[in-house]
């Protein structure tokens, strides 16, 4: 004759409960782990790709930043602060450049050169090309309070603050500070020089 099921031996109820509380703790370990996730990325850091060639040779295609969300509640936007905001014209969009004027400052471009309340600015991340035409000539314009002007590295290739005006600052998301991942957007493979390196 064979068993029924009620002849079936019962685990001890000792380990039918410890092996519910396993699984409470495994539940409440991701539930924390999830919690602490979406509270990093919606306050401290968040992961952003690089999508053009704006920021050429700063950033490259596929370059994967971290971004530092909290940085300016502690100290201010700086000149030359690498960082990623809404696009004004369209929020739901992520753009990332470079901070080139304060408020308050006056900003001029005459070929290559961009002046600072009419002393040169010293950069040495800035590439130009010659189809675009926007070395020409920019400005002068005065920063309003507030905002912040924006420009890619990538000069003459770059839709920045000369074209659709100065960023408020609350656009900003945060200050991009590593690569953490940089993959080739031809040839399949990883930057593997790119990886950890930190931005300035």
């Known amino acids: 004759m064979s068993e029924t099921a009620l002849d079936q031996p019962k685990a001890p109820a000792a380990e039918q409960s410890a092996e519910g509380q396993l699984w409470k703790d495994y539940l ?22 690089i999508p053009s060639e704006s920021m050429v040779d700063t950033l490259l295609v596929g370059d994967h930043l971290l971004v530092n969300k909290l940085v300016y509640n502690f100290e201010p936007i700086q000149r030359g602060d690498i960082v990623v905001f809404r696009y004004p014209l ?3 969009r992520d753009f990332v450049k470079r901070v080139v004027g304060l408020p ?8 290559t050169t961009v002046y600072v309340n009419g002393a040169p600015l010293t950069e040495s991340y800035t590439r130009y090309e010659d189809y675009a035409g926007y070395r020409h000539g920019f400005g002068p314009f005065t920063v309003p309070e507030g905002a912040v002007f924006m420009m890619g590295d990538n000069r003459d290739n770059s839709q920045d603050s000369r074209v659709w005006g100065p960023l408020p600052v609350e656009n900003i998301r945060g200050k991009a500070f590593v690569i953490h991942w940089s993959w080739k957007d031809e040839g399949w493979g990883v930057r593997w020089n790119r990886v950890a390196r930190l931005l300035d």
Do not use: C, H
Request: glycine share 6%; charged share 20%; net charge positive.
């Open 28 to 49: 409440k370990a991701a539930v924390i782990a999830v919690g602490l996730a979406l509270i990093i990325r919606t306050f401290i850091v968040q992961a952003f790709k």
């Open 90 to 92: 369209d929020p739901n």
């Open 104 to 111: 308050g400052e006056t900003i001029e471009m005459r070929q």
